[in-house]
């Protein structure tokens, strides 16, 4: 199944007079505008590799990691290893921590119809083009995606467990979330986590856009190299990999907002009532919470008004596209078939790439847009489940692209994957 490695990461340099956290910033397809202006005042953070700025932002980003690594601002670590890390997070409304364990890894990249590697959700074209080329010119994984293993036995959770103890940082992210980081060296160990993962296949809970750029990366690559083997470094990824049989795995919902419509509000609510019973609600802060627990229900907040939609079971049977069952089942393919594509005439293709449709996970951001005149409407959505997401998956369907939101997001600067040929590490190199 999946094939892991160690990595020789590269980092920042202890010598550097910045700490950690004035380096590290969010995932690039999360990171807001503001975030991104206030984060390149400081010439050093990470934000310049991960969303480089520019007429050429991947030359940019190429020409300012070589200069990095000349003056040591970046220096690769000297011994392979496994990187432990450990995300402490509390859920509003709840006082318990939680704690997400996890480790930083090498995986091959394999093509979806491999089924070693699933996906569960589509991709926006568009951000996969901007990560083949950023890839392409620096030869750099700038942050790792996260996959998901199953293991009920908890096999690597002790290992981890011991490691962390001596993080290598520990430091407070953007989330309000505490990040710890530890690596582990020792071979015997790092072999075990490499036979563990041998068995089992991965799901890809968060970075679909980046592990897709991956993967055309290396179609290019193979196609240049008459002499492909297969375990050049081109063939690999970074990868965070969590187990999905944990309790402190959670999956917030993404919520959809619409920017504009042809239908008036009266049209457009005529048309939802051949599918839905639609009722009022005096308090749209109370949409999040009628609707929870509950199959095939939304929240709508139209043009200062609260809805909550929830699909007559009759005609559910209506959906036609060619999906398993357990994609039909869910709420986001219910909101997109009737509401997108029947209601709205957005048909399934189009809604990908729709500019007028947007995806918010903050419900008081939601209600805001809709406020300010920004946008139309705004559709509230449950969580998906763990469950749903590996029922999906196993099926070989995806999901509507945005389905899930898989909290927290892990952040990047703490560490970077070359894929240089005389800077990574490979099966043979490392003795596994």
């Given amino acids: 199944m999946a094939e892991i490695l160690p990595i020789k990461a590269w980092r920042y340099s202890e010598a550097l007079d910045q700490s950690i956290e004035e380096l590290t910033s969010p995932l690039f397809d999360v990171v807001s505008a503001k975030q991104r202006e206030a984060l390149y005042q400081n010439q050093f953070n990470s934000i310049h590799l991960s969303v480089p700025r520019g007429d050429s932002p ?6 300012l990691l070589q200069e990095w690594k000349d003056k040591g601002i970046l220096a690769q670590d000297p011994l392979p290893g496994i990187y432990v890390y450990y995300q402490y997070f509390r859920l509003t409304g709840t006082d318990k921590e939680h704690c997400r364990k996890g480790f930083i890894c090498h995986i091959k990249a394999y093509d979806w119809d491999e089924r070693v590697l699933l996906r569960h959700e589509n991709t926006i074209p568009s951000a996969v083009n901007d990560r083949i080329d950023l890839l392409d010119k620096t030869q750099l994984n700038t942050s790792p ?3 998901l293993y199953t293991d009920p036995e908890f096999v690597l959770e002790s290992y981890m467990d011991e490691s962390i103890k001596t993080p290598l940082y520990v430091t407070e992210d953007y989330q309000g979330v505490r990040d710890v980081l530890a690596v582990i060296h020792d071979h015997d160990i790092i072999r075990r986590f490499v036979e563990v993962l041998e068995e089992r296949q991965v799901l890809l809970a968060d970075g679909h856009h980046r592990y897709e750029g991956s993967l055309e990366y290396r179609k290019k690559r193979i196609a240049q190299n008459p ?11 970074l990868m965070y990999l969590t187990n999905t049989e944990a309790d402190d795995l959670r999956i917030l919902p993404t919520h959809r907002v619409l920017e504009q419509m042809d239908y008036t509000d009266e049209e457009f609510l005529e048309k939802l009532r051949s599918y839905f019973v639609v009722t009022p609600k005096e308090d749209v802060y109370e949409l999040n919470e009628v609707i929870v627990g509950k199959n095939w229900a939304f929240g709508l907040y139209l043009a200062g008004n609260a809805y909550k939609l929830r ?6 049977p209506l959906i036609d596209w060619p999906v398993p069952q357990e994609v039909k089942d869910l709420d986001l393919t219910v909101m997109h078939y009737f509401i997108f594509e029947k209601v709205l005439g957005i048909n399934r ?10 995806y918010v996970r903050n419900f008081t951001a939601c209600v805001s847009q809709v406020d300010s005149g920004k946008s139309r409407l705004a559709l509230i959505t449950n969580d998906v489940s763990m469950e749903q997401v590996k029922r999906v998956c196993f099926s070989g369907a995806i999901m509507p692209q945005k389905s899930t939101f898989f909290y927290p997001k892990v952040i990047c600067g703490f560490l970077f994957s070359s894929i240089k ?3 990574f590490i490979s099966a043979h190199t490392a003795c596994l």
Avoid at 227 to 237: K, L, Q, R, V
């Fill in 58 to 63: 991947a030359e940019e980003a190429a020409r």
């Fill in 145 to 147: 995606t996260h996959g």
């Fill in 227 to 237: 002499e492909h083997t297969g375990f050049e470094p081109y063939n690999y990824h």
């Fill in 311 to 316: 699909l007559k079971p009759e005609v559910h």
């Fill in 349 to 358: 293709e189009e809604q990908r790439n729709y500019s007028g449709l947007s």
């Fill in 421 to 423: 040929e005389d800077e």
